[in-house]
Structures are given as structure tokens and as C-alpha cells.
């Protein structure tokens, strides 16, 4: 099991809004920053989010992220059917002295 | 344009030994930490474990930890991963990632695309 806890999946209509959330505790989310990932199907993890609330130039801010004390949320709006990946939150985990990830979340856009 | 690419992956028998390389392009190597990713068939993200850009701080999975040893050489533009008493849950797609800057592990800003390690008899 992953330390870092999400939906296993969620679903939307094409134009609306979703949004994915990540759990965990003190040790990794509660002191340390929040990435997220999309993972499109056959290709590899882009860094959607990091620093918690920061997109890498070239995201488009359709994608938002928030942390509030040991839980963290991916927001995206106006989804479209490319939308359509698994995203996984990450951060450091003090306690273990490594990265965690969460299970991943399957986004489906209706 | 950043570029990371795999080799090294293959089919080895439980307890056996594999050392992969990931050969990078496109941005100054040395100043960037490194981090080892696997996805195991089917299943989510698991970061084994990261190099900071010098090589001073080194982290693992607890996992892989005593099994596994991360490298790198600056010279050469490379991060390395040597892997023994290999098992079958080490059984993934395995991919480098390059960090926001020098001590960032959970912060992977690109990708390579992954060599398939296989542990099986």
C-alpha cells in the first residue's frame, strides 16, 4: 500500500471540473511539498504541479494544485477527452527519507 | 531539449545482478540531482532512489535499500543504478528522472522513457 493515499478514479463530463485528492500525514505532506504527475497512456510522467501550487512553464492553468496541513488537491477545469490519464501526487517522506507516491488516480472524462 | 535514455534492462534469474545507465542530453548534468523511478506491470509509480547533483547525498527506497546503489558521472553526463540479489518483485520498467535543481528528489521535471528489468528463472 502506498503511504500517499488517492481515488483510485474519478470522472467528469467533457468542460467540467474534477479534482483529486492526496492524503497523508505529518512526516510527508504535512512537512514537505506537494508534486503532481499526469501520466498519459503508453507514455511517460510529466510534472504537472510542484511546490505544491506551481505549474512548470508550458502547463496550462487549467491544472491548479493546493496543500492544506497533510492533504493535498489536483484541480483541473474545462477537462477535455486528452485529459484522460492516470496522476499521481508525490512528495519526501522525513521519516523514511525517500519519495513517496500515491497509488495514482484514473481520471475519465464522460 | 532534455533527453534521458535508458539501457541496461534485462531478463536476470532471483538473486542475480543488473546495472542500469541512463545517458542524458540537453541541460548542464551536473547541476541537477537524479532519481531512479520503476513501475512495476500494471501498477503505480515507486521512486527507488536519488542522487543529489555532486553525488554527496545518495537516498533509497526502503525496499531496495542494501541491494541497490545509485552513481553518477558528471564527466560523462550519466547516473547509473547497480541492482544485486535482484527478486521478482523488482520486476518493473525502471526510468531516470531529472530533478528541479540539485537536491531534488520529489520534484521530476523530465522523463526518460524506461528499460524493462525481469526477474524471473
Known amino acids: 500500500q502506498s503511504v500517499l493515499t488517492q481515488p483510485p478514479s474519478v470522472s467528469a463530463a467533457s468542460g467540467q471540473k474534477v479534482t483529486i485528492s492526496c492524503s497523508g500525514s505529518s512526516s510527508n505532506m504535512g512537512s514537505n511539498f506537494v508534486s503532481w504527475y499526469q501520466q498519459l497512456p503508453g507514455t511517460a510522467p510529466k510534472l504537472l504541479i510542484h511546490?505544491?501550487?506551481q505549474r512548470p512553464s508550458g502547463i496550462p492553468d487549467r491544472f491548479s494544485g493546493s496543500k492544506s496541513g497533510t492533504s493535498a488537491t489536483l484541480g483541473i477545469t474545462g477537462l477535455q477527452t486528452g485529459d484522460e490519464a492516470v496522476y499521481y501526487c508525490?512528495?519526501?517522506?522525513?521519516?523514511?527519507?525517500?519519495?513517496?507516491f500515491g497509488g495514482g488516480t484514473k481520471l475519465a472524462v464522460l | 531539449e532534455v533527453q534521458l535514455l535508458e539501457s541496461g534492462g534485462d531478463l536476470v534469474q532471483p538473486g542475480g545482478s543488473l546495472r542500469l545507465s541512463c545517458g542524458t542530453s540537453?541541460?548542464?548534468?551536473?547541476?541537477?540531482?537524479m532519481s531512479w523511478v520503476r513501475q512495476a506491470p500494471g501498477k503505480g509509480l515507486e521512486w527507488v532512489s536519488g542522487c543529489s547533483s555532486t553525488g554527496d547525498m545518495r537516498v533509497y527506497a526502503e525496499s531496495v535499500k542494501g541491494r541497490f546503489i545509485i552513481s553518477r558521472d558528471n564527466s560523462k553526463g550519466t547516473l547509473y543504478l547497480q541492482m544485486k540479489n535482484l527478486r521478482s518483485e523488482d520486476t518493473a520498467v525502471y526510468s531516470c528522472?531529472?530533478?528541479?535543481?540539485?537536491?531534488?528528489?520529489?520534484?521530476?521535471?523530465?522523463w526518460g522513457q524506461g528499460t524493462l528489468v525481469a526477474v524471473s528463472s
Open positions: 508525490g512528495t519526501w517522506d522525513s521519516s523514511l527519507s525517500a519519495v513517496q
Open positions: 528522472a531529472k530533478g528541479l535543481h540539485s537536491v531534488s528528489f520529489n520534484e521530476l521535471d523530465s
Open positions: 540537453g541541460f548542464n548534468f551536473s547541476n541537477y540531482a
Open positions: 511546490y505544491n501550487t
